[in-house]
């Protein structure tokens, strides 16, 4: 029998040369690969300058999350990149930015150190870019490298400030150095002592790069670069030194340097450009020895006094150079035109205005801390997100204001007239965030406008000479406090936290398709009226009509239907809704309501100046923009229990004119005014309402605050809880566990002392508020009959909540409140303050125990406080612990 063969007679040739293909093919395969895996670290240039790279997403770009060190984290979405595969290079700083680590393991910390050697391999045409900072402003940096990377600019190096920072950059393939800082990794807020540790940090760097030879352009992280301006740089070859300012009137039209003569305001080191020269370098150094001298003093002050030792003249020519420091230093001024600031940008539109394209902004000037500048900048489209920001779950909700024109443009630009066109905008931006709320989608909030703009101290609208227009589209932070929006409130006391987008949400790039062709509008209409009821005629033309005025019950019935649009766009939110059927949800609405606004500041010569925005305007006849009369009547009712009356009794009257060294410019820049705010004011405290999430030396409101109670000085590492004025700390030599204490900040109205067990019998807490209130900058208050009615208020809204929060810890089933008001009544003190006891059945034999216990722990307090005594019995570490079990009450 024949065998079987499976390829018939005169085929058998092909087997032959299919084989020797197939053969050819995998040896060819070989080749290729072999060549890339052994292709050397050079194919990627001095840190992949040119290198193409296409950004699609942001999901791994900017996560705040880092891998672990023991485990690369998975190849970015993110990032396309040329079909090649290479071999990890011996040197981290030779693989292109945005490649993330093929190897598993973190490099020891030592290869972070910074040499000349790393700048070397990341330094182009000898300039290198540097920016630095913690891993609170991670997603800063982030979009700091992303906006240089699609600028093609790669010669770029972060430095770290600390471990988790360093190790966030590294897994997302940016070139980063550890400082060596030691830094805490939550945000410091402006002025504090870690602010200034970080400005020490800055000049600590530039004299270490300087001697590398390199030309340095130093950067803030919260700036963003729009145009390479390493071309800019180069016309002035001259120029030891290129800095940006903080005036605010051009002196030029065009894209020369400022005007040196006629600038008045302080030079900005938020980005500014060395050259390795001696002079520099004697600066840079001088700057240093004067910072490390006083850890007090701010960076930026420091480097104008050193600047203004000598002030000119102008070199030859026309370059816009001069002389200046000790008369050798060349330095121009960046014009704040196109070197921005966040006045000129935002609030002035001045590149725009001058026709001119801008090279950078930086996000000064303005009210809410770190929130309000990732929030300036995605109203310009220039912060690069997750994607689960612009496609949230439940979806989006927009509406057009229609502000008539008589709002906008009739009329002379008045306090008035500002506050009539605000008004008309808040009252139905609280509507949108009531439906928001009970729709649960996220409100794309409008575009804002203004008549007058937010400053910290009097003028007349507008800072004369400036190129604002009225009426102008103004940045939310002028009229609402985003970080207490951002951050969020308690939502047993605030309701369910209303989440918002930027008014140009919608228009972003970064918005996917799906999201914006999912659209509904809704077209309010009069309920009587003919035609005014929702078909599926007008449901399919891609619109409804809906009834003013509707009920809770209402939407619920209709927009349920449409759970699936992502977009509910509304004609307008004039009696839209009617308000909250539910009592209680209505009532902590309005609380937060209550606090999402903010103040105008200010009006001329007069003390106080301040005008609070107020969300329910329209229910007061008698309301007008008007300030307060008094000091004491500075402040909405019980504002220094909410987070936006930080400071309304703090700094006002501390000075009738700021200097450059507090605000950011000079005294020529501001009139003279006594009414005051300090600028970013809330980022000062805002430790104190966000969840904590680091370890207890690392809580940002004990680095931003110092503590005392009467003479006595309390280490800040034992508080555990605070409001915007009221503070709750471990005790420091406790008779039971849980014997806790509270001591007040740099500025404050309320302290609270936490004391454990009165006596051996008690085994729960005894809590002791004491309320300090300032007069000027400080005022004490010794006695509660001297309290005023918002000061009472605010006392007791704490005591009711940090009472019920430790009643409820402690599985007590009652509470004891007692006031011992003067000598006579057992205080020994000369403080305000009330104790609370959460009381268990049988803590005391007789319950009138308990107020003789509590003038013997009264008795025992001065004596445990006093500056002679020992801290006994538990270590820092041991109180820290504590802390920390009681601060989870109040996350």
Aim: one cysteine or more.
């Amino acid at each position: 029998m024949a065998k079987c063969n499976p390829f018939p007679d005169g085929k058998t040739v092909f087997l032959a040369i299919y084989a020797a293909v197939v053969a050819s093919i995998v040896f060819s395969a070989l080749v290729i690969l072999s060549s890339f895996y052994t292709s050397p670290a050079a194919d990627v240039g001095d840190g992949a300058n040119g290198k193409s790279l296409h950004l699609f997403g942001t999901s791994s770009l900017f996560s705040s999350s880092s891998p672990p060190s023991t485990s690369p984290p998975p190849p970015s979405p993110i990032v396309t990149r040329t079909p090649k595969l290479q071999r990890e290079p011996s040197d981290m700083f030779t693989r292109a930015i945005w490649d993330v680590p093929i190897d598993r393991r973190m490099p020891d910390l030592k290869s972070f150190q910074l040499t000349k050697e790393m700048v070397k391999h990341r330094a182009k045409d000898n300039i290198i870019i540097v920016t630095f900072g913690n891993h609170a402003f991670l997603d800063f940096i982030l979009n700091w490298v992303k906006h240089l990377t699609d600028l093609n600019i790669f010669n770029i190096l972060v430095g770290a400030m600390d471990t988790r920072l360093l190790e966030a950059l590294y897994w997302k393939g940016i070139p980063v150095f550890d400082m060596g800082s030691k830094m805490v990794t939550v945000d410091v807020g402006w002025g504090t002592t870690k602010f200034h540790k970080m400005g020490r940090e800055k000049v600590l760097l530039i004299n270490a790069l300087l001697p590398f030879g390199y030309e340095l352009l130093m950067c803030d992280t919260d700036m963003v670069w729009l145009k390479n301006p390493l071309p800019y740089f180069a016309r002035f070859p001259e120029a030891d030194l290129l800095t940006s300012t903080d005036h605010l009137r051009p002196t030029t039209t065009d894209d020369s340097l400022e005007v040196w003569h006629n600038v008045t305001t302080a030079y900005n080191i938020g980005m500014f450009h060395w050259r390795p020269t001696d002079s520099a370098k004697r600066l840079a150094k001088e700057w240093k020895d004067v910072l490390l001298g006083d850890d007090e003093k701010w960076d930026q002050a420091v480097f104008n006094d050193l600047v203004h030792h000598v002030l000119g003249p102008s070199l030859k020519g026309e370059s816009g150079l001069f002389y200046a420091y000790d008369g050798t230093l060349k330095i121009g001024l960046l014009p704040a035109s196109i070197f921005c600031s966040g006045h000129t940008y935002f609030v002035q539109a001045m590149p725009q205005q001058l026709k001119l394209e801008p090279y950078a902004v930086h996000t000064t000037f303005q009210f809410s801390g770190s929130d309000g500048k990732r929030h300036r900048l995605r109203e310009a489209m220039l912060f690069y997100d997750q994607p689960a920001y612009y496609d949230t779950p439940g979806g989006f909700l927009s509406f057009k204001p229609g502000i008539p024109k008589s709002l906008l443009l009739d009329g002379p630009h008045t306090v008035q007239s500002h506050f009539s066109l605000v008004n008309y905008q808040l009252r139905q931006i609280r509507t949108a965030l009531a439906v928001a709320s009970l729709l649960n989608r996220t409100l794309v909030m409008p575009r804002l406008w203004c008549r007058f703009e937010r400053l910290w101290s009097g003028h007349l609208g507008i800072l004369k000479g400036t190129l604002t227009k009225q009426p102008f589209v103004c940045p939310m932070d002028h009229l609402f406090e985003i970080h207490t929006m951002v951050r969020g409130l308690s939502e047993e006391e605030f309701g369910p936290q209303i989440h918002f987008r930027e008014y140009s949400f919608l228009q972003n790039p970064s918005v996917p398709k799906h999201v914006k062709e999912s659209l509904l509008n809704i077209q309010l209409c009069d309920a009587h009226s003919k035609g005014c009821n929702i078909s599926n005629e007008t449901t399919s033309r891609g619109f409804i009509q809906f009834p003013r005025n509707s009920t809770e019950q209402m939407y619920m019935q209709v927009f349920s239907q449409y759970k699936d649009i992502k977009v509910l766009h509304f004609s307008s939110m004039a009696n839209a809704f009617q308000g909250f059927s539910d009592e209680a949800r209505e009532a902590t609405f309005r609380n937060r309501m209550k606090r999402y606004v903010g103040t105008w500041c200010c009006v001329r010569n007069q003390s106080p100046g301040h005008i609070y925005y107020d969300m329910y305007w329209d229910e007061k006849p008698r309301w007008k923009p008007e300030p307060s009369r008094t000091i004491d009547d500075d402040h909405p009712l019980c504002a220094s229990h909410s987070l936006f009356g930080l400071l309304l009794r703090g700094v006002r009257d501390r000075a009738a004119r700021p200097s450059y060294s507090l605000f950011r410019s000079s005294p020529a820049a501001l009139p003279p005014t006594s009414c005051l705010l300090a600028p970013n004011p809330i980022r000062l405290f805002r430790g104190t309402v966000q969840p904590r999430s680091e370890s207890r030396s690392q809580s940002e409101m004990e680095e931003l605050v110092s503590y005392t109670f009467g003479p006595y000085k309390i280490h800040r590492t034992e508080v555990f809880h605070s409001t915007l004025h009221s503070f709750a700390m471990v005790n420091l030599r406790p008779l039971l566990p849980g014997h806790i204490l509270s001591m007040k900040p740099l500025i404050h109205l309320i302290d609270i002392i936490l004391l454990d067990d009165i006596c051996m019998r008690c085994s729960v807490p005894l809590l002791c508020i004491y309320f300090k209130m300032h007069r000027y900058l400080w005022r004490e208050v010794k006695r509660f009959i001297d309290l005023t009615a918002d000061e009472v208020c605010d006392l007791w809204l704490t005591a009711k909540e940090v009472g019920g929060r430790l009643e409820r810890h402690h599985e007590a089933s009652s509470l004891t409140f007692a006031i011992q008001d003067g000598p006579q009544a057992g205080q020994t003190v000369p403080h305000v303050h009330i104790h609370i006891l959460p009381r268990k059945k049988g803590d005391f034999e007789k319950n009138d125990e308990i107020y003789d216990a509590i003038d013997l722990k009264e008795k025992e307090l001065k004596e445990k406080l006093d500056l002679d005594k020992e801290r006994k019995d538990r270590t820092p570490e041991e109180m820290a612990r504590e802390a920390d079990e009681y601060r989870a009450l109040f996350s």
